[in-house]
Nanobody, 125 residues
């Protein structure tokens, strides 16, 4: 599967952005999806994940209540709605995929073999 993230940009603190990730292939509904981010000088970290059927989601504590992950299997896309943005949300955001029809959402980078190019999100104070 090939992934292409989009939707990044500049937002003010308290604002919103919506990231999208388009996936190629006809078996998108066999993949669990995740969003990760990497700030300058820091390691890549988990942000949100969703199971193949949208039945399970998980979020990093730092974004719970502010970010929402969703997917549309008919359109081969996964989204990350980011509200109440904070300067500390500034990072390059990556979407990732792992072949899975299970219900557990994995939160580590090593569980995801497929990655798209990142999209930069900058939040100004």
């Amino acid at each position: 599967v090939q992934l292409q993230a989009s939707g990044g940009g500049l937002a003010q603190a308290g604002g919103s952005l919506r990231l999208s990730c388009a996936a190629s292939g006809r078996t998108f509904n066999s993949y669990a999806m995740g969003w990760f981010r990497q700030a300058a000088g820091k390691e890549r970290e988990f942000v949100a994940g969703i199971s193949w059927s949208s039945g399970n989601t998980d979020y990093a504590d730092s974004v719970k209540g502010r970010f929402t992950i969703s997917r549309d299997n008919a359109k081969n896309t996964v989204h990350l709605q980011m509200n109440s943005l904070k300067p500390e949300d500034t990072a390059v955001y990556y979407c990732a995929a792992r072949l899975s029809v299970g219900t557990v959402v994995r939160t580590t980078t090593t569980n995801y073999p497929y990655w798209g190019r990142g999209t930069l999100v900058t939040v100004s104070s």
